[in-house]
């Protein structure tokens, strides 16, 4: 069964600093990963994806992939209160038809 | 760009009954979605991928009699939930895939279904 582990938190950092998310797949041939971000009572939204080893840099986000480990991370910088939400990682199958599986999640406090 | 939306936004309907829920995508097409159901403080889990113009396909587990799914054109799909019972009460959401090769996905708003 192709599993997306993730810690459920709650991850508590104080606002300003660095929120560092984690996430380990079992699917060896996955390729495609992404991190998406959910308020409470809603939709997940898209923050970051990423396909290739190293670092992907948006804004104050950075998404960390190492496949031989395979461990996926998010990197938040200067977290905000308006972080505060429940992270999803997503990893999508290898064998195509665009199916992903989450992770459960990990919810993000920001204090102010 | 790669908006999706969903109809209704909440529903409150009574066991035993159907409900139909729509989900669009506005700005380009779709040829495969996605419905989930999300149960409080747990994950997504994928219920069925919706083909255009085929049959749906359903995860392990999930009743496909009881879960309808039409993908009637490229810029729609329905869920209609069957003879509703209250442990069905969920939220719904739907995806598709955006355009080009990044395979990302893009949520629809969701469905709160209640069912009493």
């Known amino acids: 069964q192709k599993e997306v582990e993730q810690n459920s938190g709650p991850l508590s950092v104080p606002e300003g600093a660095i929120a560092s998310l984690n996430c380990t797949y079992s699917?060896?041939?996955?390729?495609?990963f992404f991190w998406y971000r959910q308020y409470s009572g809603k939709s997940p939204e898209l923050i970051m994806s990423?396909?290739?080893?190293g670092d992907k840099e948006d804004g104050r986000f950075t998404a960390q992939l190492n496949k031989a480990s395979q461990y996926v991370s998010l990197l938040i910088r200067d977290s905000q209160p308006s972080d505060s939400a429940t992270y999803l990682c997503?990893?999508?199958?290898?064998?195509?038809?665009?199916?992903?599986?989450f992770g459960t999640g990990t919810k993000l406090q920001v204090i102010p | 760009g790669a908006v999706v939306s969903q109809h209704p936004s909440w529903v409150i309907c009574k066991s035993g009954t159907s409900v139909k829920i729509e989900c669009r995508s506005l700005?380009?097409?779709?040829?495969?979605m996605f419905w989930y159901r999300q149960f409080p403080k747990q994950s997504l889990m994928l219920m069925a991928t919706?083909?255009?113009?085929?049959?749906?396909?359903?995860e392990q587990g999930v009743e496909k009699d009881k879960f309808l799914i039409n993908h009637a054109s490229l810029t729609l799909s329905t869920l209609t939930v069957t003879s509703a019972h209250p442990e069905d009460s969920s939220f719904y959401i739907c995806?598709?895939?955006?355009?080009?090769?990044?395979?990302?996905?893009?949520f629809g708003p969701g469905t709160r279904l209640t069912v009493t």
């Open positions: 699917d060896r041939g996955s390729q495609s």
């Open positions: 990423i396909y290739s080893n």
């Open positions: 995806s598709a895939p955006g355009q080009g090769r990044t395979y990302e996905q893009y």
């Open positions: 997503a990893v999508m199958h290898s064998g195509g038809y665009q199916k992903v599986t």
């Open positions: 700005d380009f097409q779709a040829t495969t």
């Open positions: 919706s083909n255009e113009g085929s049959k749906a396909t359903y």
